[in-house]
């Protein structure tokens, strides 16, 4: 008797945890370990274009004629801090919002007047560029903003990649950019810098959401031209 009793206790607390775990994972709480049954996709009768597409709160990642679904809040539980607003993202880095780009626009370029110093004509900046900030730099000039990308990006490893989003929440996966400016001063050549960065994406023909990781432009440098 006191041996059931034993593994009945067993069994309850079992249950009980269970219980838990389901509960922080709806409440948004727990951490990807603990949520991670829950981000198994499942296949769906679709016919869409390669990439993510988004309905409501369901994802959809196809590729080949075939798609699965994911639950976007199952997602937003196991990764809570992977996700914010465009409020908060540019709050925390200081920067404005802009469209991703791979280069500043040449729309942005300044003709500098010959008399005005470089400071000078660096605070010239036209309407359609005030969503970059500029660092000022008197030689290789960094100009900066906030964005997400949907995709496709390849990884550090050349798979190509969609980048995971939450539209319905307004809630993505915001990166700092910094791109290459005009070179002004430089005695060499304006080089484009990069940083890892780690993103929630998909990969055709490589499972299903996880972390990978991209190479983004993130400030610009004078360096050296070797004769």
Request: net charge positive; glycine share 8%.
């Amino acid at each position: 008797m006191r041996i059931r009793g034993h593994f009945s206790r067993i069994a309850q607390t079992a249950i009980l945890s269970v219980v838990v775990m389901v509960y922080l994972c709806q409440a948004g709480v727990a951490g990807q370990s603990t949520c991670a049954k829950d981000l198994a996709p499942e296949p769906v009768k679709e016919t869409l274009e390669d990439g993510l597409s988004y309905k409501d709160d369901i994802v959809l990642m196809c590729s080949d004629g075939k798609c699965e679904k994911l639950s976007l809040g199952n997602i937003k539980n196991a990764y809570p801090g992977a996700f914010s607003s465009k409020k908060e993202a540019q709050k925390s880095t200081g920067l404005k919002y802009n469209t991703y780009v791979e280069r500043v626009p040449s729309a942005c370029a300044l003709k500098q007047p010959a008399a005005a110093s470089p400071s000078a004509a660096a605070q010239l900046i036209r309407p359609i560029c005030r969503r970059f900030w500029s660092d000022r730099d008197g030689c290789c000039p960094t100009w900066r903003y906030v964005t997400f990308h949907n995709g496709p990006l390849k990884n550090i490893f050349g798979r190509r990649c969609y980048i995971l989003q939450i539209p319905y929440l307004r809630l993505y996966q915001y990166i700092s950019v910094g791109l290459c400016g005009w070179p002004q001063n430089c005695n060499g050549r304006c080089t484009q810098q990069y940083t890892i960065q780690s993103m929630l994406a998909w990969c055709p023909g490589n499972g299903g959401i996880r972390m990978h990781h991209f190479r983004i432009p993130t400030y610009c440098s004078c360096q050296q031209v070797r004769g």
